[in-house]
């Protein structure tokens, strides 16, 4: 499996944006996906999650109210829709995945085996 994100660019505070996370090679029903992203200067860090099998979805505290994660298994993509976007929001952005992942580890980086390859995402002020 494949990982491919999509989707960021450069926007004013308060905007909106989304991303998505399209993988090639196998269904994504099994997969457990989260967002992922790293600010200048600091390590990576996570989002949002979206657990496989069920509609569970999981946020950190900063993103929580602001950001929705959603899937399309049909369509082997994964979403995060941001809104009011914040300078603070302003990273790489990764999309990851791990099959049947145990949903205590869903922030949990090392866990992950396929990342994409990031999409940056500039907040300016």
């Known amino acids: 499996v494949q990982l491919q994100a999509s989707g960021g660019g450069l926007v004013q505070a308060g905007d909106s944006r989304r991303l998505s996370c399209i993988a090639t090679?196998?269904?994504?029903?099994?997969?457990?996906v989260a967002w992922f992203r790293q600010a200048p200067g600091k390590g990576r860090e996570f989002a949002a999650a979206s657990r496989y099998g069920t509609s569970a979805t999981y946020y950190s505290d900063s993103v929580k109210g602001r950001f929705t994660i959603s899937r399309d298994n049909a369509k082997n993509t994964v979403y995060l829709q941001m809104d009011s976007l914040q300078p603070e929001d302003t990273a790489v952005y990764y999309c990851?995945?791990?099959?049947?992942?145990?949903?205590?580890?869903?922030?949990?980086?090392?866990?992950?085996?396929?990342w994409g390859q990031g999409t940056q995402v500039t907040v300016s002020s």
């Open positions: 090679g196998r269904s994504f029903n099994i997969y457990t």
């Open positions: 990851a995945a791990a099959s049947f992942l145990h949903h205590d580890y869903y922030n949990t980086e090392r866990y992950y085996n396929l």
